[in-house]
């Protein structure tokens, strides 16, 4: 600029012309003042900027840069330098006062100041967006082409039409009039070919407007709609400039026009709804038949159908040019991200070009007309998504960790009830951040795949070679039918987004933005009611191709609403879907209204082009929703509000305890009720007509009909999660919308409320109609179990040929106040799960609960007051203060209640065995020095470092509860073992029973408080902190009665084995006897085992006769003790060889009874301890009947195997083959003594 006539560097072929003539220099001057004119922009700027430059700045800098020489500058400020200073080390300080330096720097800042202007003010539309740096740089590369072709044509014309270079010569010497005549000629002939080359224009121009109405009959019939499109809108653009207006010829072809023009229009908007509606753009997925498809979906290939494209299938030129991630859908699996893969976890969702649709999955797709031509009982995998309530493959139903593809999922999670708050400013800036697996959860279209450019005919054309490659029909079996001559097949999409995006260009190309909203919003209602229809027809050829006769044994009614929920998915999905692609098609209608000045200032509010449409269409899908609620709720009058919670408390009672109904029908016949109204609806379903049936009908004719459900309150627990976390993402995807497009989310068309949503409907049925009864029942239920008589005792079967004979585990039911409790909070537990947190309906609920858990704890303190009341085990576990004793505390560190904790949960009740812990001030078992700190959420792990590891630690155990229990085995003193109070058989089994019924219903509790997830219940509910305490106490109670239990079980043998040391066959010389109290207690052992495990169960039963191989033994070396000692029956008759042989026949057959009554499966038998301890026995029993010398040997080698007190004893006991001499003892002591001394 300004330096154009100095700047005449040599760029090759280019290269100015010299000796141009003057003609052609004075069109080339006119054309550049026609240039000039035609901008609108003068700024006066340039003319001060480009004297500056001419004045300030030198001439050579303006040079071609390989021509610069940098040397003379260099030298002249080196060169003053060295003058001005003569120290050349200090020479750089002053460089700024240099005058040459100086000078340099200014010219600088001049050519600086030159650059930014231009930069900031010229080029600022440049830098606004990418496409138009592409626009200019085209026009640039157009315009340098242009240039030269003018340049090689005028050289051209030169070579052919001058003088030869020798002529020349000749002719300047001799004659110079001869160059201005030639000058003169080459004018005319310039100007002559700028008129040819118009002629030829127009002849051009004339020929696209002639060929145009075959040209587009010729790409619709390919239903290539964008091509067509282009042809006509560039034939009607050439068809109205001035040159071409003026041509009265062209009025036939100018209607020709207008009327494909027309059949365009109408093409492209029944296109669009195509999209809109899902009829096409759901993916690339291959056609295969039955046999087909069951091999690939073995072959772990993609069998999702028409929601979920399949994996390796591109989704239009968008994910090339942008740069994307690329086609995942199919995959369900996240992109690795970074070296460890940090999600790696299989998603749920579908996800394409980074873009997610939180409404299908992998398994699951919505209905579309092609489903009419399938045969639906090939894809099994429909009913997979609603196995069950809490199925993770589900689409709405799954619960909250979901981890974290939908924990992130809704920010809007907030309000579950999905209305549009004041905190939703939280949701947006939650709009484009990353989940904890790193991967961005965006639902709208990134915005590189928005500014990548679009090509018309080539983007069509490789879509279409796409299709025809996963063997779809390119073209829509939907036809228009234009005139009787023309039918135009409806073009097909693989994605919906490269298919909005064609077709919104198209209609910019029409000029037709303005009318988007307006056709759209006239077929809304329509197509919504037609996305039904297609979902009714669906649900009803499956439930056809399904169904079966009924067996005639089978009578009752069935509460599976499976299909129900089914059915209901596929409309919530087809309706996010549906709102999803109106979102995607105003984020693209208002990024092409922001790239279009022209249409910037022609609509009204850009930003919040289609929010009416969305709002409109949200609406009308809500009302669908409430048909579909209203119809399977019906709410009940208040008098029938109790049938429509399931279960009544009489109901819940009696079938806890075992009865059952119409006892002479014997289940063949039920009474129906609505038999008759169910076959007349039967009768009027057929496929023909249920496509017309309104929902509540369809509801009644087809799904209560064939399921044999009736209307209840209680099915909106089962919709109210799948409507919640619909609304949730409907509304997230609003506000993601709002972010990307920059809409201002503070207006009152933006913040609308319509009707009551179904959300809000449904949250008002279950807080007035519901949770009421469900509240009532829970309470009654529950009381009344526990008022019944025999609510504690065990539940037993009577019949004749039952028995007890299997060593297998029983499947032993809780008694019938743990059944109450469990069968009536039932519904109000699930409810928890499916109300939102911490709201106005959550709350409530968890008091109810507590209060009926503190209701049913005040009872089973009774009950176990009743049971254990002045019995000396319930004594020993309790201190004065009511606190754990150090007993129980002992008892806990054993291996056997650890396996009972673990045997009726997975790890979470030892929280509960660990409770009583912090009161106690007794100290615990050191643990070894490299064990961890114990962690009792972690599963498999219980208390480490407390626990008895091997037969030492059971003997340290063992010796730790004789403090307290060594009084009770004194069996020399009548007085101590006759205040031992025990249970009676009766008793005992009720105890038992309670044990079991109580860990068993508490754990069944504390699990319906966990959330499922993949990983399993790892996760609590929110606000049931002091539920869960309750619960826990309830754990606690349990655990203690076990101990009670195992403790009266041990004082029911010490109370037999007592007798022993009394027993007349102590002394017998004439035969060898088994003491009476020996096989009382075998038998008694043997009785028990078979009764406890009836009433209670393998596990508490196990936990009730463990330890006993150590105490069995215990209780021999006590009589052996006693005998000893000059007591017992030995007071009146001395000893015999018979006596002796008694006893340790005794320790035979009680070993014998005990592993017998414990050898059932899941036994806490101990085979090492138990052989160490009777060998221990047996081994005590047998120096009775040595000789002096042959005790002393055996003193002398086994030395550690017994105190010496028990040694002491021996030694002065008089026995059969010895008399008693404790200074013998004594004589070895101080010899060993010596011995020791001098060894030291």
Not at 22 to 44: I, Y
Not at 422 to 443: D, F, I, M
Not at 528 to 555: D, G, P, W, Y
Request: net charge neutral.
């Amino acid at each position: 600029m300004g330096r154009s006539s100095r700047n005449n560097a040599d760029d090759g072929d280019d290269a100015p012309i010299s000796g141009t003539p003057l003609r052609f220099m004075d069109a080339v001057a006119k054309q550049a003042a026609e240039a000039k004119k035609k901008n609108t922009v003068s700024d006066v700027d340039l003319k001060q900027l480009e004297k500056r430059l001419n004045e300030e700045v030198d001439e050579d800098f303006f040079e071609d840069p390989r021509h610069f020489n940098t040397l003379p500058r260099v030298i002249d400020v080196l060169g003053v330098q060295l003058i001005d200073d003569a120290t050349v080390q200090e020479s750089s300080k002053n460089l700024p006062q240099n005058p040459a330096y100086k000078t340099m720097k200014q010219q600088h800042k001049v050519v600086e100041d030159a650059i930014e202007h231009m930069a900031v003010i010229h080029c600022a539309d440049l830098n606004a967006s990418v496409i138009s740096v592409g626009r200019v740089a085209r026009q640039f590369s157009d315009a340098v082409e242009k240039v030269r072709n003018l340049r090689k044509q005028v050289r051209e014309i030169q070579d052919s039409l001058g003088p030869s270079s020798q002529q020349q010569q000749q002719q300047q010497a001799a004659a110079p009039s001869a160059a201005g005549a030639a000058s003169m000629s080459l004018r005319e002939l310039w100007l002559k070919k700028l008129e040819c080359e118009a002629t030829l224009s127009l002849l051009d121009k004339l020929d696209v407007i002639r060929a145009a109405p075959a040209r587009f009959d010729d790409l619709m019939k390919k239903s290539r709609v964008g091509a067509a499109v282009l042809s006509v809108s560039q034939s009607l653009e050439t068809m109205f400039r001035d040159d071409v207006a003026q041509v009265q010829a062209l009025h036939k072809i100018m209607e020709q026009l207008m009327i494909r023009k027309q059949t365009a229009e109408e093409i492209v908007w029944d296109a669009l709804m195509d999209v809109v509606f899902l009829r096409t753009g759901n993916g690339l997925t291959r056609k295969q038949s039955k046999k087909k498809k069951n091999k690939t979906m073995g072959d772990g290939e993609s069998t999702s159908g028409v929601g979920a494209p399949s994996s390796g299938q591109s989704i239009g030129s968008e994910s090339r040019r942008s740069g994307g991630t690329g086609s995942l859908v199919g995959t369900g699996k996240l992109p690795k991200k970074g070296p460890a893969g940090g999600s790696s976890r299989s998603s749920k969702f579908v996800i394409a070009n980074g873009v997610m649709n939180p409404f299908i999955t992998r398994t699951f797709r919505f209905a579309t007309e092609e489903d009419e031509e399938m045969d639906l009982t090939s894809n099994d995998g429909d009913d997979d998504s609603v196995l069950s309530e809490t199925s993770e493959a589900s689409l709405f139903s799954i619960e909250g960790d979901v981890t974290a593809e939908v924990s992130a999922s809704s920010a809007a999670a907030a309000s579950d009830d999905g209305s549009v708050t004041s905190s939703r400013s939280k949701e947006v800036s939650a709009a484009t951040t990353s989940n904890s697996k790193g991967q961005v959860r965006r639902l709208m279209i990134p915005i590189p795949m928005i500014e990548a450019e679009l090509d018309l005919e080539q983007d069509e054309r490789r879509n279409q070679e796409e299709i025809a490659l996963a063997g779809m029909p390119t073209q829509s079996s939907r036809t228009k039918v234009v005139s009787t001559a023309h039918r135009f097949a409806l073009p097909t999409y693989g994605d919906h987004v490269l298919a909005l995006r064609i077709l919104v260009e198209c209609i910019a190309r029409l000029k037709r933005m303005d009318d988007v909203e307006r056709v759209l919003l006239d077929h809304v209602q329509h197509e919504i009611r037609m996305l039904v229809q297609r979902e009714q027809a669906r649900t009803f050829a499956r439930m056809e191709k399904r169904a079966t006769q009924s067996s005639i044994r089978f009578t009752g009614r069935t509460d599976h609403l499976k299909d129900f929920r089914r059915h209901l998915t596929g409309l919530l999905s087809a309706f996010g879907c549906v709102l999803q692609r109106l979102s995607h098609l105003g984020q693209i209608m208002r990024f092409r209204i922001g790239s279009d000045r022209e249409l910037m200032q022609k609509m009204e509010s850009p930003n919040s082009v289609m929010r009416s449409l969305i709002s409109s269409a949200h609406e009308l899908m809500q009302q669908e929703i409430k048909a579909f609620l209203e119809a399977c709720l019906k709410v009940p009058d208040e008098s029938h509000a109790m049938s429509g919670v399931g279960m009544t408390t009489t109901s819940a009672v009696t079938n806890s305890a075992g009865t059952t109904g119409a006892l002479f029908s014997l289940g063949v016949i039920e009474e129906n009720h609505n038999g008759d109204d169910q076959a007349n609806k039967m009768a009027t379903a057929t496929r023909s007509n249920v496509v017309e049936m309104p929902t509540s009908r369809f509801i009644s004719s087809v799904l209560f009909s064939k399921t044999k459900n009736t209307p209840q309150v209680r099915h909106a627990l089962t919709f109210r999660r799948m409507v919640a976390r619909w609304a949730s993402e409907t509304d997230y995807m609003k506000y993601e919308l709002a972010k990307f497009t920059g809409e201002d989310t503070s207006t009152a068309s933006f913040n609308v409320k319509g009707s009551e949503s179904a959300t809000m409907y449904l949250d008002t049925v279950i807080q007035k109609d519901l949770l009421p009864a469900m509240q009532e029942a829970a309470v009654n239920g529950t009381v009344l179990g526990l008022e019944r008589r025999d609510g504690f005792d065990p539940v037993l079967d009577r019949a004749v040929y039952n028995g007890t004979q299997s060593n297998e585990p029983q499947d032993v039911d809780m008694c019938i106040a743990c059944q109450s409790v469990h069968s009536s909070t039932g519904p109000l537990f699930m409810a928890l799960h499916r109300l939102p947190r911490g709201g106005e309906m959550y709350m409530p609920v968890v008091a109810v609960l507590e209060h009926v858990m503190l209701t049913f704890i005040s009872r089973i303190k009774q009950q176990m007051t009743r049971l254990c009341d002045n019995k000396t085990a319930f004594k020993l576990l309790e201190d004065d203060g009511g606190k754990q004793s150090t007993l129980s505390l002992y008892m806990e560190r054993r291996k056997p209640f650890t396996k009972l904790v673990h045997a009726y949960a997975d790890g979470d009740m030892l929280e509960a065995a660990a409770t009583a812990n912090a009161n106690s001030k007794q100290p615990l078992l050191a643990p070894p020095a490299g064990d961890t700190p114990r962690q009792t959420e972690q599963k498999g792990e219980s208390f480490t470092e407390e626990v008895a590891d091997g037969v030492e630690g059971e003997e340290m155990i063992m010796e730790l509860e004789l403090k307290t229990l060594g009084p009770l085995f004194e069996f020399s003193k009548d007085r101590k073992v006759n205040e031992i109070k025990v249970c009676t058989d009766e008793e005992l089994m009720k105890a038992l029973t309670l044990s079991h019924s109580l860990l068993k219903v508490s754990s069944l509790l504390e699990t319906r408080l966990k959330v499922r997830n993949s990983s399993g219940f790892n996760k609590p509910l929110t606000s049931t902190r002091p539920l869960r305490e309750s619960i826990k106490t309830v754990t606690q109670f349990g655990l203690k009665m076990a101990k009670f239990c195992r403790l009266d079980m041990l004082f029911q043998n010490v109370v037999r084995l007592a007798k022993v040391c009394k027993s007349s066959t102590l002394v017998a010389r004439d035969a060898v006897r088994i003491p009476s109290s020996v096989n009382d207690l075998g038998e008694y052992l043997t009785g028990a085992s078979d009764n406890l495990r009836e009433a209670a169960g393998n596990a508490v039963t196990a936990y009730t006769l463990s330890s006993l191989e150590q105490y069995i033994p215990f209780c021999l070396m006590q009589t052996v003790r006693v005998v000893a000692e000059g007591k017992g029956i030995i007071h009146k008759a001395p000893l015999t060889m018979n006596g002796i042989e008694a006893l340790d026949r005794s320790g035979s057959v009680l070993y014998r009874d005990l592993k017998g009554a414990t050898a059932f499966d899941n036994s806490f038998w101990d085979v090492e301890l138990a052989a160490l301890s009777f060998e221990r026995s047996a081994s005590f029993m047998a120096m009775m009947e040595l000789e002096m010398e042959e005790l002393v040997a055996y003193y002398n080698a086994n030395q550690t195997d017994f105190p010496e007190s028990d040694f002491m004893l021996m030694f002065g006991m008089t026995g059969p083959r010895r008399q008693g001499d404790v200074g013998r003892f004594h004589m070895i002591n101080r010899r060993d003594k010596k011995h020791s001394k001098k060894k030291s």
